[in-house]
């Protein structure tokens, strides 16, 4: 392995770096590569809507009716879960869609929070709109819910 090292010296005339610069701030590098801002925020998918382990207890508590997600696997499912959720795990959602109604609300979970997110955004995709990503998953219900809930 080679490499070279060049002394530069200061150019006085710089717009940057001399003592009165003349660009003192970033360019707005959309515009400067050519993507139109409505293009831009075209492509950005919308934020996926949360709850956090705290409003879904607080849900369960008052008798709300609503479909309680599960989608990590049988042998996480076998190790921890959350009172009165279903399992279905994500590899396996696209195929058992007709298990589910698209009128029921869906709070989904999952170790984390990235899988669910990932089934939201699948479900959102065929057609459901009642959805909801537990914020932070069945191991922040394990850290503020219920402590008794192993974390694997």
Not at 58 to 70: H, M, T
Request: glycine share 6%.
């Amino acid at each position: 392995m080679k490499f070279r090292e060049f002394k530069v010296r200061k150019d006085p005339k710089c717009p940057v770096c001399s003592e009165n610069p003349t660009i003192t701030e970033l360019i707005d590098y959309d515009t400067f590569c050519g993507i139109p801002q409505a293009a831009a925020a075209e492509e950005a998918e919308p934020p996926v809507p949360e709850i956090t382990v705290e409003e879904l207890k607080r849900k369960q508590d008052a008798g709300e009716k609503f479909i309680l997600l599960d989608v990590r696997e049988k042998f996480e499912y076998d190790i921890a879960r959350i009172p009165g959720s279903k399992l279905i795990p994500l590899g396996e959602l696209h195929s058992r869609l007709s298990e589910l109604d698209t009128a029921d609300e869906i709070v989904i979970h999952c170790k984390s929070g990235y899988r669910s997110s990932s089934a939201l955004r699948e479900l959102q995709a065929a057609g459901f709109s009642k959805l909801w990503n537990v914020e932070g998953g069945i191991l922040a219900w394990a850290d503020r819910v219920d402590p008794t809930v192993a974390k694997y």
